[in-house]
């Protein structure tokens, strides 16, 4: 798992992208954005919460924020960072909050795409199928 974040670390400092704010979509994106926030060298860490999934497998109509972003990213370059696109519509939400705040710009990251997944990240390491349980779960999260 780290080594998929250093090697998304190396795909955003290759494509020449300083973030002032990185935001971690709660709660799958705090792991992976606190460590880009150290790969990264930017202490400048921000949280977001949206809910999707009522149960195991079993998802809302639709994602809602329940906590805005925790800084204010108005006029900022702003990484937003998940642990996977899943149905991408949780991520699309988010973009879409933060774009209206206006951010200056907007690139999201993620550890995992889903093929079916409505919202392309920016940068993600790796595409699967297979539901996901990372090392910082200790079941199967909703």
């Given at each position: 798992?780290?080594?998929?974040?250093?090697?998304?670390?190396?795909?955003?400092?290759?494509?020449?992208?300083?973030p002032e704010i990185?935001?971690?979509?709660?709660?799958?994106?705090?792991?992976?954005?606190?460590?880009?926030?150290?790969?990264?060298?930017?202490?400048?860490?921000?949280?977001?919460?949206?809910?999707?999934?009522?149960?195991?497998?079993?998802?809302?109509?639709?994602?809602?924020?329940?906590?805005?972003?925790?800084?204010?990213?108005?006029?900022?370059?702003?990484?937003?960072?998940?642990?996977?696109?899943?149905?991408?519509?949780?991520?699309?939400?988010?973009?879409?909050?933060?774009?209206?705040?206006?951010?200056?710009?907007?690139?999201?990251?993620?550890?995992?795409?889903?093929?079916?997944?409505?919202?392309?990240?920016?940068?993600?390491?790796?595409?699967?199928?297979?539901?996901?349980?990372?090392?910082w779960e200790r079941?199967?999260?909703?």
């Amino acid at each position: 798992m780290y080594q998929m974040l250093l090697d998304l670390a190396q795909q955003i400092k290759k494509d020449r992208y300083k973030p002032e704010i990185i935001v971690g979509v709660s709660r799958g994106g705090w792991p992976p954005a606190r460590v880009m926030s150290d790969l990264l060298q930017n202490p400048n860490l921000a949280n977001m919460k949206v809910e999707f999934y009522k149960d195991i497998g079993v998802r809302n109509k639709k994602p809602r924020i329940t906590q805005a972003v925790t800084m204010e990213v108005v006029g900022k370059r702003v990484l937003v960072v998940d642990d996977v696109s899943d149905t991408g519509h949780s991520l699309r939400v988010v973009a879409d909050h933060l774009q209206r705040k206006p951010v200056k710009e907007l690139r999201v990251c993620t550890i995992y795409l889903k093929p079916q997944s409505i919202y392309r990240p920016d940068y993600y390491s790796r595409t699967t199928r297979k539901w996901i349980i990372f090392p910082w779960e200790r079941l199967e999260a909703v």
